[in-house]
């Protein structure tokens, strides 16, 4: 089923055209990426989609029962509840049906009702309406369905209240709150942002099995190959699509480029033969008609224009001034936390010249603050840090603390290297993409991703032999990733960084350092090698888990065998015993029934009575053989 379709559609700010001739179809259970540089229009496209801006021509065509789900770059939520009472404001209308179900049980218990046939027949075909469509709209799982995303995201305590969360939990828990709605499209921008390495694992599986369709910008190559089927790509204004997940994209673009540009020079071929051809042969009486030919049809042929490759990409490489010791980093034993309060201890590992180590683990774990405290940004709490010698480090804050927002471009660099000519400053912004009048921008209207490549260009100016990485990657759309994967691909010092981005783990890291509450693991290898490792390490302790577990149960199980026969035993003497007493007290009864029996006989007023006497008779003779077999079960009981 077709659920949305975007036919010619155009868009303006002011008078510069950002969008033209968009097409985009989705369809149930499609599973697809929006795809293009930073300001491409990959953002606006989304908020048209979604009804949440307005465009300038085309048309959006959408089903009115379709509905859309969307969510913005870090929108967080903002709530005065706690976060399973938010988490329950989407199923107010399932839960204000369960209320109903439960006032028509009340009646339906209610005497009065029970009485009146007809309206007790009423209330009962009212509620196998209502509870068969509470059922069907979810009414018996979704607290299950809050629990799982909740847990999903990373929320274990759902008592919390939503203000005391920090931005980036709000950010999440916006996402969770949107998934719990489940819209029949589902419109994600940047979805990954301020997501651990699990929980990206786990919202990779859950959109796999998401049944509406599902439209995502994202700059996670690892993560869009996982979950999209289709591509769209925007660029220079248009739109085009592709089949396949993000690499078998990359794979198909380059192929078209490279069988447009082979059309295209075999057309510049002919073109310049056919001008070559008429220019020799056009003055020719013998050959004028078949250049007179050519020409016709040099004239009709339609030229093709050169293909379009890639945008403009930032160029640029990270340089040594001089070489550090082998021995780059020895941590041993170290805490690290903020005022004096431990996020993480324990952590030991060294570092050696020439390698790429990635810092994982959860979110809150301590990766930030470790690299903080290695370049004494904050102080250790336990352990040490011993430097290498001849270190120069240049660090890469996530935030960009340490550009400053009311200078200018220009000036962010030039203050720094004062000794450098504007011509040598203006040319290392422009192969970060500064060009032109972005160069005199106040750092402050910076976009994300301008502010990136902004940091990157000053990292690259200090020529350091140690860069500490924290999260280089956010806000650099795909291509500016792969030029800064390059660049450190081939960077001759030592690197140490934090990276969500599994993609540019994988193809930098030459050791995966992993962080826990209580320590350290190292893994040598790429971040592909770290899940094999671990996946590994999984299956041992699900063995030995297993192999415990059984072990355990059968030495349980000889207990319990062993108790149940004492068990068993000292039940069956308990009834024997009770069993005696049972028959004792009944041959007892009987005794004192056969007496009464024998007493009766000798009244006169009975032994005249033919009648009554063969009736007691009756009764004696029956006490007395019930007594002789309970006389017989008491001997076979005491033995």
Sequence with gaps: MILLQVNQLQKYYGADLILSNIKLELQTRDRVALVGRNGAGKSTLLKIIAGHLSHDG??????KEVTIGYLAQNTGLESSLSIWNEMLTVFEPLITMEKSLRKLEEQMGDSSVIADNGRYERILKEYDVLQVKF??????????DIRSVLHGLNFHDSSLSISSLSGGQKTRLALGKLLLTKPDILILDEPTNHLDIDTLSWLEQYLQGYDGAILIVSHDRYFLD???????EVSR???GRFTGNYSSYLEQKAANYERDLKVFEKQQQEVADLQDFIQKNLARASTTKRAQSRRKKLEKMELLDRPSGDEKSATFSFEIEKQSGNDVLTVDSLAVGYNDEMVSEAISFRAYKGESIALV??????????????????????GTILYGTNLSIGYYDQEQAELTSNKRVLNELWDDYPFKSEKEIRTVLGNFLFSGDDVLKIVSTLSGGEKARLALAKLMLEKANVLILDEPTNHLDLDSKEVLENALIDYPGTILYVSHDRYFINRIA??????????????????DYYLEKKLEQEELAALTLAASTKKAAQSEAEEKSSYHQDKESKKQERQRKRKIEEIEQRIEELEEQIQGYEQQLCEPAIFQDHEKVLEINLKSEKAKAELEQLMEDWAELAE
């Design 510 to 527: 030459t050791k995966v350092l992993e962080l826990s509450r209580y320590g350290s693991t190292e893994y040598l290898g790429d971040y």
């Design 226 to 232: 996982k979950v999209v089927t289709q591509v769209y």
């Design 135 to 144: 059922k069907e709209q979810g009414g018996y799982q979704y607290e299950a």
């Design 58 to 63: 085309g048309e959006v065509i959408k089903p």
């Design 361 to 382: 683990g959860p979110n809150g774990i301590g990766k930030s603050t470790l690299l903080k405290t290695i370049i004494k940004k904050l102080p250790a709490l336990a």
């Design 237 to 239: 204004r248009q739109i």
